[in-house]
């Protein structure tokens, strides 16, 4: 994975998308238990492969950013370690909803990979790829409240409860975390 970026975890690491994780992402987001708390993944194939393309090429922006990253987004592949699957998804953008600084980060990951761990592994992965290589001070988390194994997460990665926030007439805590936080 030569020029790809990569941040190794204990169980699962994130890298950059390629186009081989087209069919893997796609399945992922045709299950329930990721499209009923983001609905915004649901596509055709044919879209997916177009946003895939999109998100590759923005990874690359972000990368040659760096370390000021500004509004780029970033969007990672959690990958098994064992068996090199795809089983979800850890990214960072611009939360529009939020007031400034809002860039937030966000992950789903596959129903048959969940309570396991790798999601808090993933979030604590990002959060210390961008407090250690690039000028961002904080970051958010916005989580569903009935969303309890995400408030979970975020809680576990250091994260504090800011208040709630309402988005799309739907209620999300709202967290924030700092470069000094020790995770």
Same mark, same amino acid.
């Given at each position: 994975?030569?020029?790809?970026?990569?941040?190794?975890?204990?169980?699962?690491?994130?890298?950059?998308?390629?186009?081989?994780?087209?069919?893997?992402?796609?399945?992922?987001?045709?299950?329930?238990?990721?499209?009923?708390?983001?609905?915004?993944?649901?596509?055709?194939?044919?879209?997916?492969?177009k946003w895939l393309i999109e998100d590759?090429?923005?990874?690359?922006?972000?990368?040659?950013?760096?370390?000021?990253?500004?509004?780029?987004?970033?969007?990672?592949?959690?990958?098994?370690?064992?068996?090199?699957?795809?089983?979800?998804?850890?990214?960072?953008?611009?939360?529009?909803?939020?007031?400034?600084?809002?860039?937030?980060?966000?992950?789903?990951?596959?129903?048959?990979?969940?309570? +396991?761990?790798?999601?808090?592994?993933?979030?604590?992965?990002?959060?210390?790829?961008?407090?250690?290589?690039?000028?961002?001070?904080?970051?958010?988390?916005?989580?569903?409240?009935?969303?309890?194994?995400?408030?979970?997460?975020? +809680?576990?990665?250091?994260?504090?409860?800011?208040?709630?926030?309402?988005?799309?007439?739907?209620?999300?805590?709202?967290y924030k975390i700092y470069k000094n936080?020790?995770?």
């Amino acid at each position: 994975m030569k020029n790809i970026l990569v941040i190794g975890c204990k169980d699962i690491y994130l890298r950059e998308f390629m186009l081989k994780d087209l069919d893997a992402l796609y399945e992922l987001t045709l299950q329930r238990e990721i499209t009923d708390l983001l609905p915004d993944w649901i596509s055709t194939k044919d879209q997916r492969e177009k946003w895939l393309i999109e998100d590759i090429q923005e990874n690359k922006d972000f990368l040659e950013a760096l370390p000021s990253v500004g509004e780029q987004c970033l969007r990672l592949a959690i990958v098994l370690k064992e068996t090199n699957e795809m089983i979800g998804w850890c990214c960072s953008g611009i939360e529009d909803e939020l007031p400034p600084p809002n860039r937030g980060i966000s992950y789903a990951i596959s129903k048959d990979h969940r309570g +396991k761990g790798y999601t808090t592994q993933a979030a604590q992965g990002l959060i210390n790829y961008f407090f250690n290589q690039t000028d961002v001070e904080e970051l958010s988390a916005l989580a569903l409240l009935h969303n309890v194994s995400s408030n979970r997460v975020i +809680k576990k990665c250091g994260f504090n409860y800011i208040g709630t926030v309402e988005i799309g007439k739907k209620e999300f805590n709202n967290y924030k975390i700092y470069k000094n936080t020790k995770i």
